[in-house]
Structures are given as structure tokens and as C-alpha cells.
């Protein structure tokens, strides 16, 4: 929801070994998806291991708005009976996205090529947040939009009466636009052709060839060439939603930098396109044991083992950076434990998330006594080993839980406390972090 309530300030002390096992919640990104493509289906969709989490919950009240039937059965478990393609109703109330640049983003794009028109706004953060990557495509498809300055929401999207089918290239290397003009593609006539240079989070290819749609994918010396057959007929589907890389990536950060840990992370997606974080930590010398990997709900999952380690600072391969986008953040902290520097380029992308994470990052880390350099694209950490960083500093988290979390984890391992100005927009994609990290044993409270 577009209002963020009072701030809720944390701490996190220096905290004895932690032990047990981390049920970490559903991946954000196949949660929205599989509420909006179920929307966009023929029939009943059942989800199982929905994320629960704020950006989850405003995507399913905005597909209620566009006239889907979305129900809440049980924790996770939730049905969508959809309106088809190009069956989206006109929407009596504006749609706020609350601080989800994916929910606003996916939701534009599908609703871009039906002749009805819809109004979108969020909260502080992602009212900051450039929506021109979208609107650029979406215009193409024949779409009018009509934001703030510099495209900002809120904004007005005039769907397409007639729409023409698209071949677009993706400027920045971005799964919610490459996303959103699939979307789109859905409710054109004819062949959608969306190009990428670099391979983004691939779940909405996935799951579309999941519901019914023909859509093939080519790598190229272009890059990944996607081709969608416009019109498809959708049909719902039962999805298994498997736990989330990018919340796993707190508690096994945690472990990794507090001295005797050891945790079990099950049930964790392994999707190439999303684990880079976990070949990083590997070659900083992370002691992370991949065990019984298997598919579920059409994606690849292990259960993770995790012992603390002595790690090592290393160059991070910038073509890495989509496959860990969001995992920059936590990745800073567990460098600011490490010996030696780690190098992360190519990261430009981070500067336009819920806050400028370059910079909220650099900031926080210096306040708790790490040495930090940093331009547009890079962000370099001095890593000043186990146990050596002082802390004793309040970060501030500018609306974005990724930032939150990540400094409650260096508080875990500092020699003084760190507090967060505010850990509310922890509860957009990951509401139980603060009973899953004291169940292992972390000293985490409200301030
Ligand atoms: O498509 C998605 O589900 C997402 C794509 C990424 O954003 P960009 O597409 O802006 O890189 C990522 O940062 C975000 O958390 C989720
Ligand atoms: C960038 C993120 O999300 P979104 O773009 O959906 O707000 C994130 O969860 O780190």
C-alpha cells in the first residue's frame, strides 16, 4: 500500500553461533507472476508456498481490480480464477503497487494491450523509480501513458484499442521489462520479439510455456532472442512456488560471518538465472553444501547446508550481476567480514531499486567503520575480516528491506550493535525474518 506507516526502528547484537533450520518463504518473483499469468488464464489456477509478503499481497488485489477472482485458502495457499487474455475489466479505483517495482511493472505491461485504462501509484520509493523503461516499450505496442515528470507514477496507462505486435531489444539488463513487453505480446496479434544482451531471471518464459503459450527462446551472438505467438489461449494451472534465493541469501549470509554456525536451508531454487550469489560465496571460500537437488514446480531446487568460513575478498564477474542483482546488498556485508577487497562492477542497475543501494550500502558500511569506494557502476568493499568490524552505528534503510536486512546481518557479527532506522518494508518480502533469524538463534529486536 502506498502509505508506509511509522518507522519501526531494530538492533541487531553480536550473537552466539547460530543453529537450526530456516523455512525461508516463497520467492517473490514466481509469486506475483503466478497471481498475474492466473489472472490472465481460462479457468482455476492453485498456488502452493505463495509469498505472503506486502509486494505479493498488492499484486493480488490488483488483479481482484482488473476482475479476477483471487482467494486465500490457507498460509500459501491461494487460487485465481482468471478472465482469459485480453479480458482484463477497466479498473474502478487507482492501483497502488505499495513499494513493488515488479508488481507495478508486470501489471502495466499486461494490461497495456486491452482497450481500457488504469491509474498506478506506490509508495515514497517507488514513486522515485523510473517507469520509462516500461512505458518506451509499451508505446510501441500503441499504449499511451501519461506520468510525472521524468516517468514517474503516479501515472495513467491508456491501453492499446488495436494493439501491433513488438520486437524490442531491453536497454539494461531488466527482467521486469523484458516482463512486461511478454505481457503485452500476450494481447497482440502475431509474434512478440523481446532481445536481451544479457540473461535476466527467466520465470516469466517459464511459466507462460506453463500456462499454455508458445514462446521459444534462442541464444544468439545478440543475445537471448524470445519469440511469443500473440493470443495464446491460456489455461490455469497448479503451481508450487519454491522458497525464494533472495531471502535464503539473509540467514545464510548470517551463518557464513557469526563465528560456529551451522544451518539448513531447505528447499531453496537454484535457477541459473538467480544463484549467482551462491557461486560468490563458494569462491570466497563459503562452506555451502548443495544437497538433493531436484525440480519442483518446474524449477530447480537444493537444500542448503551452511557452516560458518573464513572468507576471502574477491573480484565479482560483472556479466554475474543479473543472475545476484538483489543480493548486492548482503553480499557488501559478508565482504566487510571477509580479508581483502571485493571488486562489484557493474552494478549500476542498484542505483535505481527501491532506494540507491550503492549508496545507502556505502553509506552504512562507513558509519560502522568498513572502507568502502564506489562510482556509478561499482561498488568496492575493504574487507576487514571476521569479527573486525566495529559497527556501532544507526544505517539507514531509505524504504528498502533489502538494506534493512543486510545491516541487521552485519549487526550479528560486529563488535558493537547496529540499529536501522526503519525495518517496516522487511514485511514486502519477507515477514517472518525477524521470528526465522531468532529461531536460529540471532539477536534481532525492535529498538
Ligand atoms: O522480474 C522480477 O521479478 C525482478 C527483477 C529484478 O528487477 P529488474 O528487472 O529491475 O532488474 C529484481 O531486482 C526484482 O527484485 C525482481
Ligand atoms: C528490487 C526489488 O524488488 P522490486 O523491484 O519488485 O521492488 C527487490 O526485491 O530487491
Avoid at 26 to 51: F, M, P, Q, Y
Amino acid at each position: 500500500m502506498s502509505g508506509h506507516g511509522d518507522p519501526v526502528p531494530m538492533i541487531a547484537r553480536k550473537s552466539a553461533a547460530l543453529k537450526g533450520v530456516a523455512e525461508v518463504p516463497g520467492d517473490k518473483s514466481i509469486s506475483h507472476r503466478a497471481l498475474i499469468l492466473g489472472a490472465l488464464s481460462v479457468g482455476k489456477t492453485e498456488i502452493t508456498g505463495l509469498l505472503e509478503g506486502q509486494d505479493v499481497l498488492d499484486t493480488a488485489k490488483a488483479m481482484r481490480a482488473f476482475g479476477a477472482t483471487v482467494t486465500q485458502h490457507g498460509p500459501g495457499a491461494w487460487t485465481v480464477e482468471g478472465v482469459g487474455v485480453g479480458g482484463f475489466a477497466e479498473p474502478e479505483q487507482v492501483i497502488d503497487c505499495g513499494n513493488s517495482g515488479t508488481g507495478v511493472r508486470l501489471i502495466m505491461g499486461c494490461m497495456a494491450t486491452s482497450p481500457i485504462t488504469a491509474t498506478f501509484t506506490g509508495d515514497a520509493s517507488l514513486r522515485k523509480r523510473p517507469m520509462g523503461r516500461v512505458t518506451d516499450p509499451i508505446a510501441l505496442f500503441g499504449a499511451h501513458s501519461y506520468g510525472r515528470r521524468g516517468g514517474r507514477l503516479p501515472m495513467t496507462i491508456v491501453g492499446a484499442p488495436d494493439p501491433v505486435p513488438v520486437t524490442y531489444t531491453v536497454p539494461m539488463p531488466s527482467a521486469q521489462v523484458k516482463s512486461a513487453v511478454l505481457l503485452a505480446g500476450l494481447n497482440a496479434p502475431g509474434q512478440t520479439v523481446v532481445i536481451e544482451k544479457e540473461a535476466t531471471r527467466d520465470h516469466t518464459e517459464r511459466m507462460l510455456r506453463g500456462f499454455g503459450a508458445e514462446i521459444s527462446v534462442e541464444e544468439t551472438p545478440e543475445g537471448r532472442v524470445i519469440t511469443l505467438q500473440g493470443q495464446p489461449e491460456l489455461t490455469g494451472q497448479t503451481v508450487a512456488v519454491p522458497r525464494d534465493p533472495s531471502s535464503a541469501a539473509f540467514p545464510v549470509c548470517a551463518a557464513l560471518i557469526v563465528p560456529g554456525s551451522e544451518i539448513f536451508v531447505p528447499g531453496v531454487s537454484q535457477n541459473p538465472t538467480r544463484n549467482g550469489l551462491f557461486t560468490t560465496l563458494v569462491e570466497m571460500g563459503a562452506d555451502i553444501a548443495f544437497e538433493n537437488p531436484r525440480e519442483e514446480g518446474g524449477e530447480p531446487v537444493a537444500d542448503l547446508c551452511v557452516r560458518y568460513s573464513a572468507l576471502k575478498g574477491i573480484e565479482v564477474p560483472p556479466e554475474r550481476a543479473a543472475s545476484m542483482i538483489d543480493e548486492y546488498p548482503v553480499l557488501s556485508v559478508v565482504a566487510a567480514c571477509a580479508t581483502g577487497t571485493t571488486v562489484m562492477r557493474g552494478v549500476k542497475e542498484l542505483r535505481v531499486k527501491e532506494s540507491d543501494r550503492i549508496d545507502a550500502m556505502a553509506r552504512g558500511l562507513e558509519a560502522c567503520g568498513v572502507s568502502i569506494e564506489e562510482d556509478q557502476d561499482t561498488l568496492i568493499v575493504h574487507g576487514l575480516g571476521a569479527g573486525n568490524v566495529p559497527g556501532g552505528a544507526t544505517c539507514a534503510t531509505h524504504i528498502d528491506h533489502r538494506i534493512a536486512m543486510s545491516f541487521l546481518v552485519l549487526g550479528l557479527a560486529a563488535q558493537q550493535p547496529i540499529s536501522v532506522d526503519d525495518g517496516s518494508p522487511i514485511a514486502t518480502s519477507f515477514p517472518v525474518f525477524e521470528d526465522l533469524m531468532r529461531g536460529l538463534g540471532a539477536q534481532i529486536e525492535r529498538a
